[in-house]
């Protein structure tokens, strides 16, 4: 079975600052996806980024960008710039590319940015 | 467009009754899928569905059912609630076929007492 670990339970950053949060992930899989996902307090998960793993470019989008290591099973978040708005809860999620249709969410990390 | 809608966004009910969720897709959407979080357990995937198939169900009781209405919007049904239920859950629709992007709504969080 699919499991996916965020090690860090809560992390802080100061505004304009980078931060990098931590995903680790098993699988015997070759074909599958990964996410980030958000969740502010508005409680609404918003999809922040997603790296299908026979891409060996790791994704970017604007301020966020990822590090996939493939054989190491590993999908850090680099957010660059840190932003107030960008304090939440982010999830790290796996789904494997062959028909079960459902995400594996990791425990979350909560993401304080300080101003 | 319209996001992923889930009516009611709170809900207080007693150990024993029974709960109905609603979910409407954004438009164009045909999979809607349901995850259940709660502190403890974080998000569980309860159950997807296409055109109004189930393709995967998590797992969880019998007593966790959904459909899907041939406008896509879906319902899940919780009978003979328990506390344990008490939870945020969270629909969430994909323009494709294979959920390779998940858009959420805000979430129905139940209560019971």
């Known amino acids: 079975a699919q499991t996916v670990t965020q090690s860090q339970p809560e992390m802080s950053v100061q505004e304009a600052e980078t931060v990098t949060l931590s995903c680790t992930y098993d699988t015997s899989e070759n074909n599958y996806y990964l996410f980030w996902y958000k969740q502010p307090p508005s409680r609404q998960m918003i999809l922040v980024i997603r790296q299908e793993a026979y891409k060996q470019q790791n994704a970017t989008e604007n301020r966020f960008s990822v590090n996939f290591q493939k054989a190491a099973k590993s999908f850090s978040l680099k957010i660059s710039d840190s932003q107030l708005g960008d304090t939440a809860m982010y999830f790290c999620a796996f789904m494997k590319d062959s028909g079960t249709y459902k995400y594996i969410f990791g425990t979350g990390t909560r993401l304080k940015v300080l101003a | 467009k319209a996001g992923v809608t889930q009516t009611p966004r709170y809900l207080i009910k007693t150990r024993g009754q029974q709960v109905t969720l609603s979910c409407s897709p954004i438009?164009?959407?045909?999979?809607v899928s349901w995850y259940q979080q709660t502190p403890g357990q974080g998000l569980q995937f309860l159950f997807e569905y296409f055109s109004e198939t189930q393709r995967n169900k998590g797992n969880f009781p019998g007593r966790f059912s959904g459909r899907q209405f041939s406008n896509s919007r879906s319902e899940m049904n919780v009978s003979t609630l328990e506390l344990g239920d008490s939870a945020l859950y969270l629909c969430?629709?994909?323009?494709?076929?294979?959920?390779?992007?998940?858009?959420f709504g805000s979430g129905t969080q139940l209560s019971v007492l």
């Open positions: 438009s164009g959407h045909r999979s």
């Open positions: 969430a629709s994909s323009p494709g076929q294979y959920n390779e992007k998940l858009f």
